[in-house]
């Protein structure tokens, strides 16, 4: 077995099929699948599993693909010291950050973080599901949840909390709840999943209450959440970084409050592949997005 053969398998796990390992090869897929029974041949084993549409690693080949992995994220950190050596630092990040928080928390700071390294290529996609992040080509994923997956290195950016919450005009003419069930009988705006219940978890010291929503106005657009509750819509239930200025202002004003809510997680968590040498632009951005959530008081922010 030599290094190419397994940087080789590396890819096609990657890539997920033949076709697509082909494609960032720049190799026909006869080739790839030649190469790849090579060494299946040479190892006595078999390695992948192939499907119609995606190959699986069998548990030998989930060892070499580890061990090509390390080595391949070796290399490309021996390469960048000798590249950056003496230069600017230079690489390329692709980040996945939920909608609502990329926009109302993180753009400055990765608006801050490009203008520090302006020669790190930053390609930001905006998703609220929990991505393949080998996949979907994605370095760091940062997303809301109670328990991350044990396959990711987890590091956690703070609680969240979510107000339940009203425009100051609703609060004018309309009941207010004053009990988490009371959410069920007037028109609520939240996020929601399309062909999944929706259960809020609220707290009242140690007691846990659960109460299944049906929203009257649901989406992942915090923005547009947002606007559907400054024009007194309903009762909007979202993170309190959505709506914390307008809470200041007077212009929304909160219910509930003496109920601590969750809905999709307690905590918003940074997500990465464990990989021993990650290269530098996605180290920094691993150290930049922490000392901003310590600094930058996501505790408060959710």
């Known amino acids: 077995m030599d290094l190419k ?48 549409r995606r190959v699986e690693p069998t548990e030998l080949g989930m060892k070499l693909y580890r061990h090509g992995r390390s080595i391949q994220e070796e290399l490309s950190a021996a390469r960048e010291s000798v590249q950056t050596l003496g230069n600017t630092l230079q690489g390329r990040v692709r980040l996945s950050v939920p909608s609502g928080y990329g926009h109302f928390v993180m753009a400055p700071w990765l608006l801050a973080f490009k203008r520090r390294y302006p020669g790190i290529v930053l390609d930001v996609v905006f998703n609220n599901s929990v991505d393949d ?52 009988k007037g028109p609520l705006l939240c996020a929601a999943v399309i062909g999944r219940p929706l259960r809020l978890s609220a707290y009242l010291g140690e007691r846990r209450h659960l109460v299944t929503l049906e929203p009257t106005l649901a989406t992942r657009d915090y923005p547009f959440m947002r606007q559907a509750i400054l024009e007194g819509l309903g009762v909007g239930l979202v993170p309190d970084y959505v709506v914390r200025q307008d809470v200041e202002r007077g212009d929304v004003v909160t219910v509930l409050n003496d109920w601590r809510l969750s809905i999709y997680g307690r905590s918003m968590f940074m997500l990465y592949m464990p990989n021993r040498h990650h290269p530098r632009a996605i180290s920094t951005m691993i150290e930049y997005l922490l000392e901003c959530a310590r600094g930058g008081d996501v505790s408060a922010a959710g």
């Open 133 to 184: 992040l080998v996949r979907d080509e994605v370095d760091i994923a940062v997303r809301i949840m109670s328990a991350p997956p044990p396959t990711l290195v987890a590091r956690e950016l703070g609680p969240m909390r979510y107000y339940a919450c009203v425009s100051r005009d609703y609060a004018s003419r309309a009941a207010l709840p004053e009990h988490p069930d009371d959410l069920q």
């Open 5 to 52: 053969s397994l940087i080789l398998l590396v890819e096609i796990l990657d890539a997920g099929n033949l076709s697509e390992a082909a494609r960032r090869l720049k190799m026909t897929r006869a080739n790839v699948s030649y190469h790849l029974n090579q060494l299946e041949r040479s190892v006595g084993m078999q390695l992948v599993r192939r499907t119609t």
